[in-house]
């Protein structure tokens, strides 16, 4: 099944996918992932993103949806994958119709002002990418996967953050109609427990088969 992952910063789109992966052992495609890394490597592809990702805007549309059609080619996504922050606009979800057939679009639905509480708590594997909350940490500041010493987001800091959410109302919130018209959103209440989430996310991916 080829599932999208569509929801706020801060919602638990990565957490989720991560877990929902890992069960059901297809592969969970992160365009922030990818576009970190690619930051990290100092590709060109990089190079291009990072005066927008530190500014909390979105790279350019061609940018993502390149990275996007090349990781979907690959042997381990042809049972299928997440798509974890992609598309993040309508141009990309009309790209992507091109590349690949979506199965289903699960939203995770959740309210600003928790939004920005979880993201200024986030703490970040540089290593492996996992997120965690300081709430949750008790004090340490070390992945609970890897043990590497996290860190906060470049575009985790309150100024950046109040930009990512007008961000995601003007150009990705669109993409709730525009699936929901499809007749493939599945909406999600993402301010719940962790577990809840996931089980109520494999429930409605059960559900479908
Ligand atoms: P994320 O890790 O999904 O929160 O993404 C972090 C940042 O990467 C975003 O704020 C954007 O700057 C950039 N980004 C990730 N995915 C996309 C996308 N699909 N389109 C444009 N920019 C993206």
Redesign the pocket.
């Known amino acids: 099944m080829n599932i999208i992952f569509l929801g706020p ?2 919602a638990g ?2 957490t989720q996918a991560q877990f929902i992966c890992a069960k059901l052992g297809i592969p969970q495609i ?7 890394s690619a930051i990290a490597e100092g590709t060109p592809t990089g190079l291009k ?1 990072k005066a ?10 061609e ?3 390149a990275l ?1 059609k090349e990781r979907i080619a690959k042997p381990d996504a042809v049972h299928g994958y997440i798509l ?6 309508v141009e ?1 979800a009309k790209a992507l119709e091109t590349i690949a057939p979506i199965h289903v679009v699960i939203n995770l639905a959740v309210e600003d002002e928790v939004l920005v509480k979880r993201i200024s708590g986030r703490r970040c594997c540089p290593q492996c990418g996992t997120p965690h909350h300081v709430e949750r940490l008790h004090g340490s500041n070390v992945c609970q996967v890897d043990g590497t010493c996290l860190v906060q ?1 470049e ?1 985790d800091k309150p100024e ?1 953050v109040l930009s ?1 959410l007008k ?1 995601y109302h003007e ?2 919130a669109p993409l709730i109609n525009y699936y929901q018209e499809k007749g493939l959103l599945k909406n999600i209440n993402g301010d719940a427990g962790l577990e809840e989430i996931s089980a109520q996310i494999l429930e409605t991916l059960e559900a479908l088969k």
Do not use: E, N, Y
Request: charged share 30%; hydrophobic share 35%; net charge positive.
């Open positions: 910063p801060g789109k990565g992160s365009t922030g992932d990818m576009l970190r993103a927008f990702m530190d500014a909390g805007q979105l790279v350019p549309d940018v993502v949806i996007v974890d922050g992609f598309p993040r606009t990309q987001r575009d950046t990512r961000v150009k990705t």
